[in-house]
């Protein structure tokens, strides 16, 4: 799925969202949250905290990039 349909998901509040954007962008955002915390409990948290901002802030905020 692109950006673009994962933002219309957002901005529709449909949950899918989420699962989409991990599916996307999940693997690449754990091991860079691996590379800066070296613990996997301390990633797994900020890989958390991600999405949860992400659908807290859509809508209002809609996303340029």
Not at 25 to 47: H, P, T, V
Not at 50 to 59: G, I, L, Q
Request: glycine fraction near 2%; charged fraction near 30%.
């Amino acid at each position: 799925m692109d950006d673009r349909a994962i933002i219309q998901l957002y901005l529709s509040r449909d949950e899918r969202a989420v699962a989409e954007t991990d599916a996307v962008y999940g693997k690449r955002l754990f091991r860079l949250a691996m590379r800066i915390l070296k613990n996997y409990e301390d990633s797994e948290e900020c890989w958390n905290d991600t999405y949860m901002k992400a659908w807290n802030t859509t809508p209002p905020t809609v996303p340029d990039i």
